[in-house]
């Protein structure tokens, strides 16, 4: 089932959507990290965020999604939102959520993961490298982790030897953010800083391929592909 709560962060308040698994527990948790076209849609209004959730929840985890884009009114443009946002407002905006999830009396809180997908990708990466109670991490294309964003930041990529879970990380071989000559920069990262991952690379598949509401981007069989792939992660890491 999906619910609905809100934490208030420097005097603003963000709406979380809360989905939990049937039967009793204690589950393992996830945190999920948007993408990007919720900044201005809202996460209730989004399938594939929807989706994300319940998929997760039917496969036996508790999850949490933080609307990290609560810092700008709901109407302002989605290029501002872009342009403006901050990774030490995200970093809180996630703590914040994962102290949510574990708080909850169903969930194990020795059990949390993290995933996101396209700008929730870069999130999810953010997000480990600041948080060491993480025990797994996903990163589907994730654009952007090689770029610092907001006064002070520094690129998600340089903050890999933080990352204290293993990683699973999905992408596309038509991507452009990120491409695979930066896919490969990330590998590398992760392999030099001791960091124990896998990445799964799609031919014929671009950014945003498991996203079922593009039409011009979805790629039915590698999604698919995916969707095993991480359930399969995050059994053996979380369960």
């Not at 929840?57 to 508790?62: C, E, L, P, Q, S």
């Not at 025990?135 to 990529?157: D, L, N, Q, T």
């Not at 671009?206 to 995050?234: M, N, P």
């Amino acid at each position: 089932m999906v619910a609905k709560t809100s934490v208030v962060i420097d005097g603003n308040a963000m709406e979380i959507l809360v989905f939990e698994p049937q039967g009793d527990g204690p589950v393992p948790g996830i945190v999920i990290a948007q993408h990007l076209p919720v900044a201005h849609a809202g996460l209730e209004k989004d399938p594939f965020t929807i989706d994300v959730g319940e998929r997760l929840a039917r496969a036996g985890y508790a999850c949490v999604i933080p609307y990290v884009f609560h810092w700008w009114p709901p109407d302002e443009d989605i290029e501002v939102k872009r342009a403006e946002f901050r990774d030490d407002w995200t970093v809180a905006d996630m703590a914040a959520a994962y102290d949510v999830l574990a708080g909850m009396a169903k969930v194990d809180g020795d059990r949390i993961g993290v995933i996101g997908h396209c700008w929730g990708g870069r999130v999810a990466w953010l997000a480990a490298c600041h948080n060491p109670g993480y025990k797994a991490a996903a990163v589907f294309y994730g654009g952007r982790i090689k770029v610092a964003m907001g006064p002070g930041a520094v690129p998600p990529s340089e903050l890999v030897h933080r990352i204290p879970c293993p990683m699973i990380g999905i992408f596309g071989n038509d991507d452009e953010n990120p491409s695979p000559a930066d896919v490969d920069d990330l590998d590398a990262a992760l392999t030099a800083a001791g960091v124990a991952h896998t990445f799964h690379r799609y031919d014929g598949a671009g950014h945003g391929f498991q996203d079922f509401g593009d039409v011009t981007r979805y790629r039915k069989a590698a999604s698919a592909d995916a969707w095993d792939k991480l359930l399969a992660f995050f059994d053996t890491e979380l369960t």
